[in-house]
């Protein structure tokens, strides 16, 4: 025998007592992805036999994505037969959003520790860890590597330009320059500002 409880499908805003997923198939076929969803994660927590944490996302009657975290425990008779399924959702978006944000900033972050702020070219330690990299891919190929070339550029009297011009017209130059010179490379080829 199943408990009664009353009901609200987050998803659908319907609310149902005593229906089961099956039924809710033919009623709102319009989320029939989530009910089969639903029928799937019921079985595999009868499976279980256990609590098992499931993961579901949908966009909700507020137009927001939405994601809930939901437990199933299954629950049996003295018989070892099903006796229900015990259902706790907690709706866990924002915890998501905030995630996703923390993981969107570390990348910028690092993305950052390894570029030139101004030219958008790896700066010192990007270019380093890249050239580390392909020199750590050669020696793994099983075929000889071809020809490398390690090429140092300076600007001469660049010192003097951001003396006598300014820092303004220092870094248009090194703008220009890593836009030049980043245009002659061929797409393998590693560029970054020491």
């Known amino acids: 025998m199943q408990p009664n409880c009353s009901c609200r499908h987050e998803m659908t805003g ?48 507020d137009g927001r994505f939405n994601t809930w975290e939901v437990i ?23 915890r998501k959003l905030a995630e996703t944000a923390l993981k969107v900033s570390e990348e910028r972050f690092k993305c950052l520790a390894h570029m030139d702020a101004l030219t958008g070219i790896p700066n010192r330690r990007g270019i380093l860890d890249l050239i580390s990299s392909k020199l750590e891919l050669a020696t793994k190929l099983p075929v000889t590597p071809s020809s490398s070339a390690l090429i140092y550029m300076d600007l ?39």
């Open 14 to 61: 319907f609310d149902y007592l005593g229906i089961t997923d099956e039924e809710l198939l033919t009623l709102r076929p319009k989320f029939a992805d989530g009910f089969l969803r639903n029928i799937e994660t019921d079985a595999l927590a009868w499976r279980n036999r256990s609590a098992t944490v499931i993961e579901k996302s949908f966009m909700g009657l």
């Open 156 to 194: 001469d009297r660049f010192k003097k330009i951001n003396d006598e011009l300014g820092h303004e017209i220092g870094d248009e130059l090194l703008i220009a320059f890593a836009g030049r010179t980043r245009h002659c490379l061929r797409e393998n080829d590693l560029f970054g500002r020491i």
């Open 72 to 94: 199933k425990t299954p629950s049996f008779n003295a018989d070892d037969t099903r006796y229900c399924l015990i259902i706790v959702s907690r709706n866990i978006t924002e």
